[in-house]
């Protein structure tokens, strides 16, 4: 199979002006929350395309057909992906240098245009690469996945902007965008759009950042307990600190990948 694609890749033939048809979601402006254009969060979300590999379809222009790939890599430069199934398709991305490619995360579609798609030439067996999209379609306020953590060893503090009451909990989930905290209600009334100032979060090897969390989420109580649930977006994270946040959700993913592989 990858014999007769490698001979489809040698042939050298010039790309088409980009030109995929835009759908209805192309027209809407820049500004809809739905896209995400921020190149460092577009990375993050390509990134669970492959620790989590979902069903990847490829539209071309002037076909009917859908094909299939598979996401490989992600650098910051450029996306990786499988020749397309069934294989007439390969021939024409060589010819046109552009697809439109549709998917899921955790449920919700993602969608994005690939431009000046070519041959990578030193990977073996052969596939094709294209740079980072500019933006993606993806209809959902969390712009990356939660990963669960262990619920007693990462350590949350936060104060409440409006009443001074001490939030004070462990993380269950975390993300780059937002966490969320299982605390004792019967300490503070937090309410849906509180603000929490202060806030740190005590990741592994003493690696403390600091935010501001605008609370999006508080479960009530499971009866007879004091213990809730809230959830939040960071705001007012410093870069050194995304860094730090980075480092330990790429070391959560590294251990999911891990997972499914065993």
Not at 62 to 69: A, F, P
Not at 73 to 95: A, E, Y
Not at 133 to 139: A, D, H, M, R
């Amino acid at each position: 199979m990858f014999g007769s694609i490698r001979k489809i890749f040698n042939k050298k033939k010039p790309l088409l002006e980009p030109s995929v048809a835009t759908d209805e979601h192309e027209s809407v402006e820049l500004a809809n929350p739905s896209f995400v254009t921020d190149h460092h969060k577009i990375i993050a979300l390509l990134e669970q395309l492959i620790v989590e590999p979902p069903r990847c379809t490829v539209s071309l222009t002037d076909s009917d057909s859908l094909y299939l790939t598979e996401i490989l890599d992600i650098d910051h430069h450029f996306i990786r992906f499988s020749p397309l199934s069934p294989g007439d398709g390969n021939q024409l991305v060589i010819s046109q240098g552009t697809l439109k490619l549709s998917t899921a995360l955790s449920g919700i579609p993602l969608t994005f245009n690939l431009h000046d798609i070519s041959v990578d030439q030193v990977a073996n067996p052969p596939c094709f690469k294209a740079p980072i999209p500019e933006k993606l379609y993806y209809p959902q306020r969390r712009l990356s996945k939660r990963m669960n953590t262990n619920s007693s060893a990462i350590e949350f503090k936060g104060v409440s902007r409006d009443t001074g009451a001490i939030v004070q909990g462990y993380v269950t989930d975390i993300s780059r965008g937002g966490l969320s905290v299982i605390y004792n209600s019967a300490r503070s009334n937090i309410m849906r759009s509180d603000r929490l100032n202060s806030c740190t979060v005590l990741l592994p090897e003493n690696q403390t950042i600091t935010f501001e969390l605008t609370v999006s989420a508080n479960k009530k109580p499971m009866l007879g307990s004091a213990k809730r649930h809230l959830g939040g977006q960071f705001e007012n994270l410093s870069p050194q600190d995304e860094k730090k946040l980075d480092r330990y959700m790429s070391t959560l993913e590294r251990q999911q990948l891990r997972k499914r592989q065993d």
